[in-house]
């Protein structure tokens, strides 16, 4: 009777850490985020304060900027990782708990 107890309470434990787990919200902290975007808007003022004013200099400031804010993007986005626009299956995290259950 004490093995099937602990049993049914390991399983409850278990189902509740991939209830958590799907509920997760992220951990990346949103002053560090502040910091680090404030830290790139001062590096791209000191580049384009002295770079001469031309169509090339303009375009690449423009195109390094969108990849450095896709790229932060990206990595907020995947620090939640069951929502969002890249999101990744269940599936297995499901399939692992009934084998657990089992």
């Not at 304060?49 to 896709?70: D, E, T």
């Amino acid at each position: 009777m004490l093995w099937n107890d602990a049993r049914q309470q390991y399983q409850r434990i278990v189902e509740q850490r991939w209830i958590i787990v799907e509920q997760s919200e992220g951990v990346i902290p949103r002053p560090l985020i502040t910091m680090l975007t404030a830290w790139l808007t001062l590096i791209f003022a000191s580049f384009g304060y002295r770079a001469p004013r031309n169509v090339i200099v303009v375009l690449m400031f423009f195109i390094s900027a969108l990849l450095i804010s896709l790229s932060i993007f990206v990595v907020l986005d995947m620090d939640v990782p069951f929502a969002g626009w890249i999101e990744i299956s269940d599936t297995p995290l499901r399939r692992a708990l009934a084998e657990l259950q089992r």
